[in-house]
């Protein structure tokens, strides 16, 4: 099994749901991370919806901050279709929902695509990018996640690093997994959520998700991914962030956006 097929894991229970433990080592500064924690829903859709394994949409609503620990997932059927599964899923702590979602599941295969306005996002040779350690640069916080993702940005967007942010709202870079496994449907959560978020490049630091939307396109391709994160506006204490993730052979194979909270400098 892969980290991330053990960190995700869900055991069934006799009334239907679910248990599980969420491995605080797959967290940003102590919070479990986003994208973690729907692979977690997405894990126990899967078992529910067997005609259709693979994860093709998500829409979420970030209630409460979870911790590392035990936790309980709450899967209901909404339609089985000819093509798709759909269902509502709640991820629980101490008797609260902290985590609300309707998925799509459906089957996916490696293609490419039929029409498409979109390119990979333009970056330097994957050995010429900048890892990402546990203790980032410029985060003020440890990233326990990059533990297991191999995560290498282009210089170009490293300016919040050093405290000097450049006001553009885009950050991209690669994606690997540490342990050499290949990307799924599933796991692309984690580079659609990938950090640091598009807020560090503006200035405003760390972005809490409210809410997270994605679409996953395709079967992602054996190796690395690419990402691009971009920002439009900062209004009311909140920023959007869309996120473009493009596999090694140059497909689109995942898209989001989300809304989260921030702290504007006084």
Known sequence: MTDF???TAVWRRADGGFDAELDGRWS?????????????????????????????????????TPEPGA????????????????????LRQHGEIVLAALLTQGVLAETDPWWTT???????????????????????????LMQFVDQRLDPA???????????????????????GSDWTPLSLLIPLDAGPPASFEVGVGRL????????????????????????????????DQDALVWDSKGRLVGQATQLGAVKVPG
């Open 5 to 7: 097929d053990v960190a």
């Open 28 to 64: 940003a500064g102590g919070v479990p991370h986003g994208g973690y924690l729907l692979a977690v829903l997405g894990r126990a859709a899967a078992v529910v919806s067997e005609r259709h394994p693979h994860l093709t949409a998500v829409s979420a609503s970030f209630l409460r």
């Open 71 to 90: 936790a309980s997932v709450d899967v209901e059927v909404l339609r089985v279709g000819r093509s798709t599964t759909q269902l509502r899923a709640t």
């Open 118 to 144: 979109t390119s990979p996002a333009e970056l330097p040779d994957e050995a010429d990018c900048v890892p990402m350690p546990v203790e980032a640069p410029g985060a003020g916080f440890r990233v326990e």
């Open 157 to 179: 967007v490293l300016g919040f690093a050093t405290g000097t942010p450049s006001g553009s709202g885009v950050i991209r870079g690669y994606n690997r997994f540490a342990d």
């Open 208 to 239: 809490l998700t409210q809410q997270f939307t994605a679409d996953v396109r395709s079967l992602p391709a054996p190796g690395p991914v690419r990402y691009e994160l971009r920002s439009t506006q900062v209004s009311g204490g909140r920023i």
